[in-house]
C-alpha cells in the first residue's frame, strides 16, 4: 500500500465528501439516488481545480458545508439542480 500523504485542504475536501455520504444515508430511500448523484457531480465538477488555488478550494469548501447543513435538516429532501 502507498503511503500517500495529503495536504490539509485535500483532507479537508475529502472530509467534508464524505460527511455528505453520511447526510445521505440519513434520508428517505427514494431520495438518496438524486442526492448521490448531485453530491458525486459537483465534486466532480471541482475536480480538476489547481491545488495551488487556495482562495477557490477554501470558497468552494465553505459553500459545500453551507450546503451540506442545509441538506442536514430534516426538511430537506432533495436538491434542485440548477445549470451555470
Same mark, same amino acid.
Given at each position: 500500500?502507498?503511503?500517500?500523504?495529503?495536504?490539509?485542504?485535500q483532507r479537508q475536501?475529502?472530509?467534508?465528501?464524505?460527511?455528505?455520504?453520511?447526510?445521505i444515508r440519513a434520508?428517505p430511500e427514494e431520495?438518496?439516488?438524486?442526492?448521490?448523484?448531485?453530491?458525486?457531480?459537483?465534486?466532480?465538477?471541482?475536480?480538476? /481545480?489547481?491545488?495551488?488555488? /487556495?482562495?477557490? /478550494?477554501?470558497?468552494?469548501?465553505?459553500?459545500?458545508?453551507?450546503?451540506?447543513?442545509?441538506?442536514?435538516?430534516?426538511?430537506?429532501?432533495?436538491? /434542485?439542480?440548477?445549470?451555470?
Open positions: 500500500m502507498t503511503d500517500r500523504r495529503f495536504t490539509g485542504l475536501v475529502l472530509g467534508l465528501y464524505r460527511a455528505c455520504l453520511r447526510s434520508k431520495a438518496r439516488p438524486s442526492l448521490f448523484a448531485f453530491a458525486r457531480s459537483e465534486f466532480e465538477r471541482n475536480r480538476n /481545480i489547481s491545488p495551488r488555488d /487556495i482562495q477557490r /478550494i477554501e470558497h468552494l469548501l465553505r459553500h459545500g458545508r453551507k450546503l451540506m447543513e442545509l441538506l442536514k435538516a430534516s426538511e430537506a429532501k432533495g436538491v /434542485i439542480f440548477r445549470s451555470g
